[in-house]
T-cell receptor
C-alpha cells in the first residue's frame, strides 16, 4: 500500500505552547488528507478534512482557530495545535487519499503522540 | 442511531477458529466500504476494500449486503497475530468523508 509519514512521532510540550505535526504522502499525491484524534481505548474521531489548496473543513465541535490545518501541496498537510493544554494530550493521526473519489481507500500515518504538561 | 455500528467485542477465540464480524451502516447511499485493522497504540492499516461481489484475500473474506446495509469480515484459521481491533469504514454517500465504526476487538489465544 501507499506510504504516509508523520512527524514527530512523539512530542511533549508545556501548556500554552504550540505544536506542529506534519503529514506527508511519500509515493502518491494526496488530494485529500484527514486528521483524526484518538483517546485511549476510544475510536478514531475525525477532526477535519483538508483538500489541497483550499480551507479545511472542520467537524462539529473542533475549534478551527485552535487546530490550524494547512494543505499547501499534494504531499504535505500540517496540523498546528495552538496554545496546547493538557486536555489536548492525545494520539493524532493523519490519513491521505489519492483523489476525491469516495471509492478510494485512505492510508494512515503512524500517528503523533502528544503530551501536554 | 450511529451511522456505522459494529459488533460489540471483544471476541476471544482459540487459534484455528473461524470468526465473523458484522458492521451496519445507516446511509443507503453509502458508496464504498473498507476494513482496517488497528494494533494497540498504532495507526489503522488497510486490510481490504469491500466490493459488491464480495472479495477474498487469503484467510480473509469480506462481503457487502446493500439490501440489508451491512458488511462482514470473515477470518478463517485464526492466528495469534490476528489479534487486533478491526475497524469498519464507510464512505457515506453525498460526501467523501469516511466514517469509522468503533471497532471490534479480536483476541486469538493459544
Amino acid at each position: 500500500g501507499a506510504v504516509v509519514s508523520q512527524h514527530p512521532s512523539r512530542v511533549i510540550c508545556k501548556s500554552g505552547t504550540s505544536v506542529k505535526i506534519e503529514c506527508r504522502s511519500l509515493d502518491f499525491q494526496a488530494t485529500t488528507m484527514f486528521w483524526y484524534r484518538q483517546f485511549p481505548k476510544q475510536s478514531l474521531m475525525l477532526m477535519a478534512t483538508s483538500n489541497e489548496g483550499s480551507k479545511a473543513t472542520y467537524e462539529q465541535g473542533v475549534e478551527k482557530d485552535k487546530f490550524l490545518i494547512n494543505h499547501a501541496s499534494l504531499t504535505l498537510s500540517t496540523l498546528t495545535v495552538t496554545s496546547a493544554h493538557p486536555e489536548d494530550s492525545s494520539f493524532y493521526i493523519c490519513s491521505a487519499r489519492a483523489g476525491q473519489s469516495s471509492g478510494r481507500e485512505q492510508y494512515f500515518g503512524p500517528g503523533t503522540r502528544l503530551t501536554v504538561t | 442511531r450511529k451511522e456505522v455500528e459494529q459488533d460489540p467485542g471483544p471476541f476471544n477465540v482459540p487459534e484455528g477458529a473461524t470468526v465473523a464480524f458484522n458492521c451496519t451502516y445507516s446511509n443507503s447511499a453509502s458508496q464504498s466500504f473498507f476494513w482496517y485493522r488497528q494494533d494497540c497504540r498504532k495507526e489503522p492499516k488497510l486490510l481490504m476494500s469491500v466490493y459488491s461481489s464480495g472479495n477474498e484475500d487469503g484467510r480473509f473474506t469480506a462481503q457487502l449486503n446493500r439490501a440489508s446495509q451491512y458488511i462482514s469480515l470473515l477470518i478463517r484459521d485464526s492466528k495469534l497475530s490476528d489479534s487486533a481491533t478491526y475497524l469498519c469504514v464507510v464512505n457515506l454517500g453525498g460526501s467523501y468523508i469516511p466514517t469509522f465504526g468503533r471497532g471490534t476487538s479480536l483476541i486469538v489465544h493459544p
